[in-house]
């Protein structure tokens, strides 16, 4: 079965400063990968996603994930953070063939001003 | 905005009791799942809906049931209930499930606390 290892449970940034969450993954087969956001209070939205072709993936906000299969990682950066990005980030993974979502235990990012 | 609206948002039950949440899913999705979500933890697969029908289910013991209605709407279902069910309860619809990696819209939860 599928798991998310989230490396890092707190990332504290300076604002415009950049940032890299990092996220791994385990499984046997070929999988989706997934980036999350929730803001305080809130349910979940997607931020990007990597299902196949090109590595590198971006999201309209700035993120960019890049999937390294050797690695199995799917790391999560942004070049310059603002104050409006803090929020907790979920790296979920699933199984190709219609397997449910699996998350990591999130990243709460905060970023100071 | 994703489309997907859940009820009620908060709500406090007592240890043993029952509690049924509902969720309204985006029109035209026909699958609904939903996770739970423990304090400081990642959603979890409860289960999920597709066309009426339960076509997987986590690691979670059957006072845990659910209902998919043909106008789009769901409930999730939770029998004798204990302190550790408290959490977030988050409904998340797609066309498809994550069959080719279709994506996957959550509602904002509904909070359960078991008192």
């Known amino acids: 079965a599928q798991s998310v290892t989230q490396l890092d449970s707190q990332v504290p940034v300076f604002e415009e400063a950049p940032v890299e969450l990092r996220c791994n993954y385990s499984?046997?087969?070929?999988?989706?990968l997934f980036w999350y956001v929730q803001y305080p209070n809130q349910g979940l939205q997607l931020l990007l996603k990597y299902l196949s072709g090109s590595t590198l993936v971006e999201s309209i906000n700035g993120f960019e994930a890049e999937f390294n299969k050797s690695q199995t990682s799917f790391h999560l950066r942004k070049p310059s953070v603002h104050i409006s990005d803090t929020a907790e980030y979920f790296c979920a993974v699933s199984e190709w063939g219609n397997t449910p979502l699996v998350f990591g235990k999130g990243t709460r990012l905060s970023v100071i001003a | 905005e994703t489309g997907v609206t859940q009820s009620p948002t908060h709500l406090i039950k007592t240890r043993g009791q029952q509690v049924t949440l509902r969720c309204s899913s985006q029109?035209?999705?026909?699958?609904v799942s939903w996770y739970q979500q423990a304090l400081g933890q990642g959603p979890q697969f409860i289960f999920q809906y597709y066309r009426e029908e339960e076509n997987g289910r986590g690691n979670f013991p059957p006072r845990f049931s659910g209902l998919q209605f043909p106008n789009y709407s769901s409930e999730l279902n939770v029998n004798a209930l204990e302190l550790d069910d408290s959490a977030l309860y988050l409904c998340?619809?797609?066309?498809?499930?994550?069959?080719?990696?279709?994506?996957?819209?959550f509602g904002e939860g509904s909070w359960l606390t078991v008192v």
């Open positions: 499984s046997s087969v070929s999988v989706y």
């Open positions: 998340a619809s797609s066309l498809g499930g994550t069959h080719s990696g279709n994506t996957i819209y």
């Open positions: 029109s035209g999705h026909n699958t």
